[in-house]
């Protein structure tokens, strides 16, 4: 079994930060690609951010330069740093991963969610 778990979510005023953090837990040989979605009240989830094993990121062009994506492969955790908050930026935040149990056993896995709220 596996597990992510985020934390870090709050009220803020725009303009204002956060830091989400995701710990993966449970039955883990690797760790692939991480990411945060969002998914705001009405809409689809969304691409936020990713991480690959490596280190390589990639960004949604609405978050680009105000948010950024890290992880701590000793931690088996991801973090996203999202600094000059927009109302836009309401939504519930939700961790995801690609990780294998075994050599030959790779699944994905969702966080349960944290809601950021940034109001005006």
């Known amino acids: 079994q596996v597990r992510l778990v985020e934390s870090g979510g709050g009220l803020v005023q725009a303009g204002g930060s956060l830091r989400l953090s995701c710990a993966a837990s449970?039955?883990?040989?690797?760790?692939?690609?991480m990411g945060w979605y969002r998914q705001a009240p009405g809409k689809q989830r969304e691409l936020v951010a990713t991480?690959?094993?490596?280190?390589?990121?990639n960004y949604a062009d609405s978050v680009k330069g105000r948010f950024t994506i890290s992880r701590d492969n000793a931690k088996n955790t991801v973090y996203l740093q999202m600094n000059s908050l927009k109302p836009e930026d309401t939504a519930v935040y939700y961790c995801?991963?690609?990780?294998?149990?075994?050599?030959?056993?790779?699944?994905?896995?969702w966080g349960h969610g944290t809601q950021v709220t940034v109001s005006s």
């Open positions: 995801n991963a690609d990780i294998s149990s075994s050599y030959y056993k790779t699944n994905n896995y």
């Open positions: 991480i690959s094993s490596g280190g390589s990121t």
């Open positions: 449970g039955s883990i040989f690797r760790i692939n690609a």
